[in-house]
């Protein structure tokens, strides 16, 4: 069965960073793309940014780009979501999803960032 | 702004059919936007229903189709049922590595 489990959320400080992680099982890891997207208290989702099966290529959505960095170590089924720079909008349930035909098959049930002073 | 357009909201009644559709703002929707829909509902992760336009997930009924529809992309529903009171979510790829979701449609059976 596949799963993705998200870690690492948590309270920080604007400015601040934080390591997300995404354990990955049930399925061959690194075979796929694998994406992270956001959901803020009372919002919609959004995409955030998604690495290649290897990790040799990166996107990055606009609010993100520069803060935000994705990577991926396929020894451990492990992704992950360095932030950095942290703001207040950044708050959100964070979940990381499998990619597949350019869009995602399975979710992880999230972790929680809390930007706040 | 937003760039994938969304019904904010539609109501069904149970048993009938509905369908949800989701645009692009700079022009029109076609298959090589690889459109996907996702359920979800309150506290919950999302659900993937279909991707590639109409290729729905594992386990997913076959009462949810996904199509083009002119210029947009479309979930129908057929046989609405009450546990289908759900916000639904479309995504498109834009290219160039980027995924934009819309704003998604609170649909209510009632």
């Known amino acids: 069965e596949v799963y993705l489990e998200e870690s690492g959320g948590g309270l920080v400080q604007p400015g601040g960073s934080l390591r997300l992680s995404c354990a990955a099982s049930?399925?061959?890891?690194?075979?796929?793309?694998i994406h992270w997207v956001r959901q803020a208290p009372g919002k919609g989702l959004v995409w955030v940014s998604r690495?290649?099966?290897?990790?040799?290529?990166?996107s990055y959505a606009d609010s993100v780009k520069g803060r935000f960095t994705i990577s991926r170590d396929n020894a451990k089924n492990t992704l992950y979501l360095q932030m950095n720079s942290l703001r207040a909008e950044d708050t959100a349930v964070y979940y990381c999803?499998?990619?597949?035909?350019?869009?995602?098959?399975?979710w992880g049930q999230g972790t929680l960032v809390t930007v706040s002073s | 702004q937003t760039v994938v357009t969304q019904e904010p909201s539609f109501s069904v009644s149970p048993g009938g059919t509905v369908t949800l559709t989701c645009g692009w703002r700079?022009?029109?929707?076609?298959?090589?936007?690889?459109p996907s829909w996702y359920q979800q509902t309150p506290g919950q992760a999302p659900r993937t229903l279909i991707y590639?336009?109409?290729v729905r997930s594992s386990g997913v009924p076959d009462r949810f189709s996904g199509s083009i529809l002119g210029n947009k992309a479309a979930l129908t529903i057929t046989g609405a049922q009450t546990d289908d009171e759900s916000v639904y979510y479309c995504?498109?790829?834009?290219?160039?590595?980027?995924?934009?979701f819309g704003g998604g449609t609170k649909l209510t059976v009632l």
């Open positions: 049930g399925f061959t890891f690194s075979s796929y793309w």
């Open positions: 700079s022009g029109s929707v076609a298959t090589n936007y690889y």
């Open positions: 999803g499998r990619g597949r035909d350019w869009g995602f098959d399975y």
């Open positions: 590639n336009t109409n």
């Open positions: 690495i290649n099966s290897d990790g040799s290529s990166t």
């Open positions: 995504v498109l790829y834009t290219g160039s590595g980027i995924w934009v």
